[in-house]
């Protein structure tokens, strides 16, 4: 099994800075990585896939990085609706789910 | 647009078996650029990847799970349904369906969850 970790558990960011996320796999999983954004009470939203490809409608301040082992998330300029959970997954072998980070208001 | 929606009994008894359908609308469940999954995620904790289906009938599944589920399709109502059997207190989990891309095994369709609690 490949064990995804991301760090930190709790990122708190105030609306307007810059969040960075990050995700490591206990093995490469090449580019085969993906984030998802995990609201209260709703499924998790596709946000990047192959590590630095937004899925559609994703907003530009979205953007990943990463192959191999080191993957990171980055969001802009937080806005108020980005305050959720955010989950890596890599597709190398089954999937598996990193733990999640949770982006809160500082 | 594509939506997905899971249904099946929201309590089950320890020892029994774990029954949901998910109903694929918008789209067909019967292409080649898609797979389609189930994932779980206890209350308060991580997901968790069960198994998903090609719609010619290959599955695959995690291995932790793999003794336990089976996953089927019906092309003809565009449905796929997950058992899990016996199950135990530490199924209790929302259940998501979702769609999975056939090339590179992202969900990028996910189903709004439903919660099934094991208790007798």
């Known amino acids: 099994e490949i064990v995804m970790t991301q760090s930190p558990a709790t990122l708190s960011v105030s609306p307007g800075e810059r969040a960075t996320l990050s995700c490591r796999a206990s093995?490469?999983?090449?580019?085969?990585l993906a984030w998802y954004q995990q609201k209260p009470g709703q499924a998790p939203r596709l946000l990047i896939y192959g590590a630095s490809t937004r899925a559609t409608g994703i907003p530009a301040r979205f953007s990943g990085s990463g192959s191999g082992t080191e993957f990171t998330l980055t969001i802009s300029s937080l806005q108020s609706e980005d305050f959720a959970v955010y989950f890596c997954?890599?597709?190398?072998?089954?999937?598996?789910f990193g733990g999640g980070t949770k982006a809160e208001i500082k | 647009q594509l939506q997905l929606q899971e249904s099946g009994p929201g309590l089950v008894k320890p020892s029994e078996t774990l029954s949901l359908t998910c109903t694929v609308s918008?789209?067909?469940?019967?292409?080649?650029?898609?797979?389609w999954g189930w994932i779980r995620q206890p209350p308060g904790k991580g997901l968790e990847w069960i198994g998903s289906m090609y719609y010619i009938g290959s599955t695959y599944f995690n291995p932790s799970l793999k003794s336990r589920a089976r996953i089927s399709i019906d092309t003809s109502r565009d449905q796929f349904s997950l058992k899990l059997s016996p199950v135990t207190a530490a199924d209790t989990a929302v259940y998501y369906c979702?769609?999975?891309?056939?090339?590179?095994?992202?969900?990028?369709?996910w189903g709004q969850g439903t919660l099934v609690t094991v208790s007798s």
């Open positions: 093995q490469s999983v090449g580019s085969n």
């Open positions: 997954q890599q597709y190398n072998r089954w999937p598996t």
């Open positions: 918008g789209g067909s469940i019967s292409t080649t650029d898609y797979h």
């Open positions: 979702a769609r999975q891309s056939s090339s590179y095994y992202y969900f990028d369709s």
